[in-house]
């Protein structure tokens, strides 16, 4: 089971890049995908989830609105398309799978991850 995350890079505030999580050795079908990320100094948190079953989505409050989670399962990939990107949006972003979907947004609630891939907002 991997899980491998790109798209990370420099941008300018209030432009967007798109993050990809493919998977490898095991099908997005059945899984969850959620994306995580960890700043400087900071605790990792929760920003996005799709689930598997109906394609529900979970925000973090701080990217609602301007971050979109989606999914192509004939890709075995999740996307982050991230827009109106602001500085405090720098971290290292993570993709993760629950072996069971519990808390969406919960870094301990996820056993698979990816390793991460660094988006810097900055001008």
């Known amino acids: 089971v991997q899980l491998q995350a790109s798209g990370g890079g420099l941008v300018q505030p209030g432009g967007s890049l798109r993050l990809s999580c493919v998977a490898s050795?095991?099908?997005?079908?059945?899984?969850?995908i959620g994306w995580f990320r960890q700043a400087p100094g900071k605790e990792r948190e929760g920003v996005s989830c799709i689930s598997s079953s109906d394609g529900s989505t979970y925000y973090a409050d701080s990217v609602k609105g301007r971050f979109t989670i989606s999914r192509d399962n004939a890709k075995n990939t999740v996307y982050l398309q991230m827009n109106s990107l602001k500085p405090e949006d720098t971290a290292v972003y993570y993709c993760a799978a629950p072996l069971d979907l519990v808390d969406p947004l919960v870094p301990g609630a996820y056993d698979y991850w990816g390793q991460g891939t660094l988006v810097t907002v900055s001008s």
């Open positions: 050795g095991f099908s997005l079908d059945y899984y969850a």
